[in-house]
């Protein structure tokens, strides 16, 4: 069966500094990858996916896949205090309609 | 409108009694999901449908059920509460293969 596991599973981040997560999966021919953050009391919301081996760039937020080590991370540059919330991994099985989704890392970022 | 609804945000149930929770969303989209988180532990899908077809979990096979009566309602049913069924029902929804799906804020079910 397909897992997903993250670490680490809390994390303190000073403010300003890049905050780094890591996740890694089973099965390296899932369709694709995805990270959630959901703030307290707020429903999870999709961060960035990838299908395919390399890095993505969305502002402050990168994120980097390797299929051939199974790993998948997320770095956030120039941390803030709003960036302070669970961040969940998740790889896509059937047929890329379903998501499996790591325990996930509880970051809090210290101002 | 771009959220996904859930009804009750807050559910109390007894023993054995049958609990029966609600989602919508208006996006025409075609995927709708639930999943059941629990403190410390990863989201767990439970069924999703695919139009109307229902794929369900093997593991939670025979304790969910779900009806999706057209696009914008998909149910969660629970026969006969059990305190493990105690958790956090999170619905979503996604507009097509490979798109990430969008989630609602989730119902809090406490079994007493």
Redesign the interface.
Known sequence: QQKVQQSPESLIVPEGAMTSLNCTFSDSASQYFAWYRQHSGKAPKALMSIFSNGEKEEGRFTIHLNKASLHFSLHIRDSQPSDSALYLCAEAYQGGRALIFGTGTTVSVSP | DTT?KQNPRYKLARVGKPVNLICSQTMNHD?M?W?QKKP??????LL?Y?DKIL?READTFEKFQSSRPNNSFCSLYIGSAGLEYSAMY?CAS?PG??Q???????TRLSVL
């Open positions: 996904v995927t999901y999943y410390n532990q990863a989201p767990k899908l999703f695919y794929n999170l996604s293969q490979n990430a799906p969008l989630f609602g804020e989730g």
